[in-house]
Protein backbone atom coordinates (compact mmCIF):
# COMPACT_ATOMS: atom_id res chain seq x y z
CA UNK A 1 0.00 0.00 0.00
CA UNK A 2 1.30 3.47 -1.16
CA UNK A 3 0.91 6.28 1.45
CA UNK A 4 -0.49 9.40 0.25
CA UNK A 5 1.76 12.14 -0.25
CA UNK A 6 2.30 14.92 2.62
CA UNK A 7 1.68 18.01 1.20
CA UNK A 8 2.04 21.41 3.44
CA UNK A 9 1.11 24.77 2.86
CA UNK A 10 3.17 27.83 3.71
CA UNK A 11 0.86 30.49 3.28
CA UNK A 12 1.91 34.84 4.20
CA UNK A 13 2.16 37.75 2.34
CA UNK A 14 6.23 37.14 2.13
CA UNK A 15 6.54 41.38 1.03
CA UNK A 16 9.39 40.51 0.69
CA UNK A 17 10.74 37.27 1.80
CA UNK A 18 13.12 37.08 4.19
CA UNK A 19 15.55 34.80 5.75
CA UNK A 20 12.65 34.00 8.91
CA UNK A 21 10.56 32.57 5.75
CA UNK A 22 13.28 30.38 4.02
CA UNK A 23 14.77 28.71 7.93
CA UNK A 24 10.68 27.61 8.66
CA UNK A 25 10.72 26.48 5.07
CA UNK A 26 14.09 24.28 5.67
CA UNK A 27 12.58 22.88 8.60
CA UNK A 28 9.30 21.85 6.78
CA UNK A 29 11.76 19.49 4.48
CA UNK A 30 12.21 16.77 6.67
CA UNK A 31 8.66 16.60 7.76
CA UNK A 32 6.88 17.05 4.27
CA UNK A 33 6.64 15.35 0.69
CA UNK A 34 5.40 18.52 -0.92
CA UNK A 35 5.40 21.98 0.37
CA UNK A 36 3.45 24.87 -1.47
CA UNK A 37 4.82 28.66 -0.36
CA UNK A 38 1.44 30.21 -1.23
CA UNK A 39 1.63 34.32 -1.70
CA UNK A 40 -1.99 35.66 -0.18
CA UNK A 41 -3.42 38.26 -2.49
CA UNK A 42 -4.52 40.72 0.07
CA UNK A 43 -6.22 44.02 -1.77
CA UNK A 44 -6.21 45.18 1.85
CA UNK A 45 -2.41 45.51 2.20
CA UNK A 46 -0.32 48.29 0.34
CA UNK A 47 2.52 46.07 -1.00
CA UNK A 48 5.56 47.04 -2.13
CA UNK A 49 6.08 44.15 -4.80
CA UNK A 50 3.16 42.71 -6.73
CA UNK A 51 2.27 39.20 -5.91
CA UNK A 52 3.69 37.70 -8.99
CA UNK A 53 7.14 39.15 -8.03
CA UNK A 54 6.86 37.79 -4.87
CA UNK A 55 6.41 34.73 -6.18
CA UNK A 56 9.08 34.96 -8.76
CA UNK A 57 11.45 35.90 -6.05
CA UNK A 58 10.40 32.42 -3.66
CA UNK A 59 10.72 30.91 -6.71
CA UNK A 60 14.13 31.97 -7.63
CA UNK A 61 15.78 31.50 -4.11
CA UNK A 62 14.43 27.77 -3.57
CA UNK A 63 15.68 26.97 -6.98
CA UNK A 64 15.02 23.70 -7.91
CA UNK A 65 14.55 21.86 -4.96
CA UNK A 66 11.41 19.59 -5.82
CA UNK A 67 9.71 19.88 -2.77
CA UNK A 68 8.72 23.43 -2.63
CA UNK A 69 6.62 25.16 -5.05
CA UNK A 70 5.53 28.83 -4.93
CA UNK A 71 2.16 29.61 -6.04
CA UNK A 72 -0.51 32.92 -5.19
CA UNK A 73 -3.71 32.34 -3.84
CA UNK A 74 -6.78 33.94 -2.62
CA UNK A 75 -10.11 33.53 -0.44
CA UNK A 76 -10.15 31.14 2.04
CA UNK A 77 -7.28 29.61 2.75
CA UNK A 78 -8.57 26.06 4.44
CA UNK A 79 -10.65 25.66 0.47
CA UNK A 80 -6.98 26.60 -0.65
CA UNK A 81 -5.32 24.09 1.17
CA UNK A 82 -8.08 21.31 0.62
CA UNK A 83 -8.30 22.08 -3.24
CA UNK A 84 -3.82 21.15 -3.19
CA UNK A 85 -5.03 17.96 -0.99
CA UNK A 86 -2.90 18.71 1.32
CA UNK A 87 -3.47 18.51 5.31
CA UNK A 88 -1.13 20.86 7.24
CA UNK A 89 -0.92 24.55 6.62
CA UNK A 90 2.66 25.76 8.28
CA UNK A 91 2.87 28.88 10.36
CA UNK A 92 6.25 30.43 11.76
CA UNK A 93 6.05 32.12 15.76
CA UNK A 94 8.65 34.26 16.25
CA UNK A 95 7.60 35.36 19.62
CA UNK A 96 4.85 35.30 22.46
CA UNK A 97 3.61 38.42 20.34
CA UNK A 98 2.68 36.43 17.39
CA UNK A 99 0.68 33.70 19.95
CA UNK A 100 -2.82 35.33 20.04
CA UNK A 101 -3.28 35.95 16.33
CA UNK A 102 -1.60 32.64 15.24
CA UNK A 103 -3.64 30.52 18.18
CA UNK A 104 -7.07 32.32 16.89
CA UNK A 105 -6.58 31.91 13.36
CA UNK A 106 -5.66 28.16 13.82
CA UNK A 107 -8.84 27.61 15.91
CA UNK A 108 -10.50 29.54 13.00
CA UNK A 109 -9.46 27.47 10.16
CA UNK A 110 -9.87 24.11 12.27
CA UNK A 111 -13.41 25.43 12.86
CA UNK A 112 -13.82 26.03 9.17
CA UNK A 113 -12.29 22.14 8.58
CA UNK A 114 -11.39 20.03 10.60
CA UNK A 115 -9.39 17.61 8.35
CA UNK A 116 -6.18 20.07 8.49
CA UNK A 117 -3.96 21.26 11.05
CA UNK A 118 -2.01 24.05 11.36
CA UNK A 119 1.90 23.45 12.34
CA UNK A 120 3.58 26.16 14.41
CA UNK A 121 7.63 26.10 13.74
CA UNK A 122 10.04 28.46 15.05
CA UNK A 123 13.07 29.67 13.04
CA UNK A 124 16.66 29.70 14.38
CA UNK A 125 16.92 33.06 17.34
CA UNK A 126 18.75 35.19 15.28
CA UNK A 127 16.25 35.30 12.97
CA UNK A 128 12.81 35.96 15.13
CA UNK A 129 13.58 39.86 15.11
CA UNK A 130 13.04 39.77 11.31
CA UNK A 131 9.84 40.65 9.46
CA UNK A 132 8.90 42.07 6.49
CA UNK A 133 7.86 45.45 7.41
CA UNK A 134 11.25 46.19 9.29
CA UNK A 135 13.08 44.83 6.43
CA UNK A 136 11.89 47.39 4.44
CA UNK A 137 12.27 50.21 6.93
CA UNK A 138 15.37 49.20 7.53
CA UNK A 139 16.24 49.12 3.83
CA UNK A 140 15.32 52.65 3.08
CA UNK A 141 16.76 54.10 5.65
CA UNK A 142 20.22 52.31 4.51
CA UNK A 143 20.39 49.91 7.17
CA UNK A 144 22.87 46.76 6.58
CA UNK A 145 20.67 43.74 6.13
CA UNK A 146 23.23 41.01 5.19
CA UNK A 147 22.43 37.77 6.45
CA UNK A 148 18.51 38.58 7.17
CA UNK A 149 17.84 38.42 3.17
CA UNK A 150 18.52 36.65 0.20
CA UNK A 151 20.87 38.41 -2.30
CA UNK A 152 17.78 38.34 -5.17
CA UNK A 153 16.00 40.20 -2.95
CA UNK A 154 18.11 42.30 -1.68
CA UNK A 155 18.85 43.20 -6.04
CA UNK A 156 14.99 43.79 -5.65
CA UNK A 157 15.03 46.28 -3.09
CA UNK A 158 17.83 48.14 -4.58
CA UNK A 159 15.72 48.30 -7.56
CA UNK A 160 12.39 49.53 -6.26
CA UNK A 161 13.42 51.92 -2.92
CA UNK A 162 17.02 52.88 -4.28
CA UNK A 163 16.87 53.01 -8.06
CA UNK A 164 19.70 55.98 -8.71
CA UNK A 165 22.04 53.34 -7.13
CA UNK A 166 21.97 55.68 -3.81
CA UNK A 167 23.68 54.19 -0.84
CA UNK A 168 21.67 56.71 1.52
P1 LIG B 1 5.80 39.22 7.88
O1 LIG B 1 5.30 40.20 6.87
O2 LIG B 1 5.55 39.65 9.30
O3 LIG B 1 7.22 38.77 7.67
P2 LIG B 1 4.25 37.12 6.61
O4 LIG B 1 2.77 37.25 6.45
O5 LIG B 1 5.01 37.24 5.35
O6 LIG B 1 4.83 38.01 7.74
O7 LIG B 1 4.59 35.74 7.32
C1 LIG B 1 4.19 34.49 6.88
C2 LIG B 1 4.45 33.50 7.98
O8 LIG B 1 5.84 33.48 8.30
C3 LIG B 1 3.74 33.78 9.30
O9 LIG B 1 3.39 32.56 9.90
C4 LIG B 1 4.78 34.47 10.13
O10 LIG B 1 4.56 34.29 11.51
C5 LIG B 1 6.02 33.73 9.67
N1 LIG B 1 7.21 34.52 9.88
C6 LIG B 1 7.42 35.79 9.51
N2 LIG B 1 8.64 36.20 9.89
C7 LIG B 1 9.23 35.15 10.53
C8 LIG B 1 10.48 34.94 11.17
N3 LIG B 1 11.38 35.90 11.28
N4 LIG B 1 10.71 33.74 11.70
C9 LIG B 1 9.78 32.76 11.63
N5 LIG B 1 8.57 32.89 11.06
C10 LIG B 1 8.29 34.07 10.51
Known sequence: MTS???IAVYPGSFDPVHEGHLDIMRRCKPLFDEVVVAVLENEEKAALFSV???VEMISEILGDDPIFTARS???LLVDY???LGAR???RGLRAVSDFEYEFQMALMNRRLDPNIETVFLTPREEYSFVSSRLVKEVFRLGGDLTGLVPQPVLDRLQERLRPNGAKV
Open 73 to 75: FSG
Open 4 to 6: ARR
Open 88 to 90: AII
Open 52 to 54: EER
Open 81 to 83: VES
